[in-house]
């Protein structure tokens, strides 16, 4: 079955930078799409980054362009989203994805707040 697992959130001041890790397994890591969304208190589930299998073509939010950025490690089955440069509004649940057999699947997620 499908397994995604989440790490590396915590709290952090304004500016500062965290790298979160999201360790697959269960199905052809190598072979999907990889994405990470973000849903903060109150607001929808919203997409923060993708990286696509071979050619690792990467897309991000508006948002986050040029603060983040998401990698992965197919040797590892590991996504990560390094985050630079954090404000108070990245404050969210941070979540890894992967569509796979038409099902779209979530980790248990990983807390981000950045506060002073």
């Known amino acids: 079955q499908v397994q995604l697992v989440e790490s590396g959130g915590g709290l952090v001041q304004p500016g500062g930078s965290l790298r979160l890790s999201c360790v697959a397994s269960g199905f052809t890591f190598s072979a999907y799409l990889m994405s990470w969304y973000r849903q903060a208190p109150g607001k929808e589930r919203e997409l923060v980054a993708s990286?696509?299998?071979?050619?690792?073509?990467?897309n991000y939010a508006d948002s986050v362009k040029g603060r983040f950025t998401i990698s992965r490690d197919n040797a590892k089955t590991t996504v990560y989203l390094q985050m630079n440069s954090l404000k108070p509004e990245d404050t969210a649940a941070y979540y890894c994805?992967?569509?796979?057999?038409?099902?779209?699947?979530w980790g248990q997620g990983t807390q981000v707040t950045v506060s002073s």
């Open positions: 994805s992967v569509v796979t057999g038409g099902t779209r699947y």
């Open positions: 990286i696509s299998t071979i050619a690792r073509i990467t």
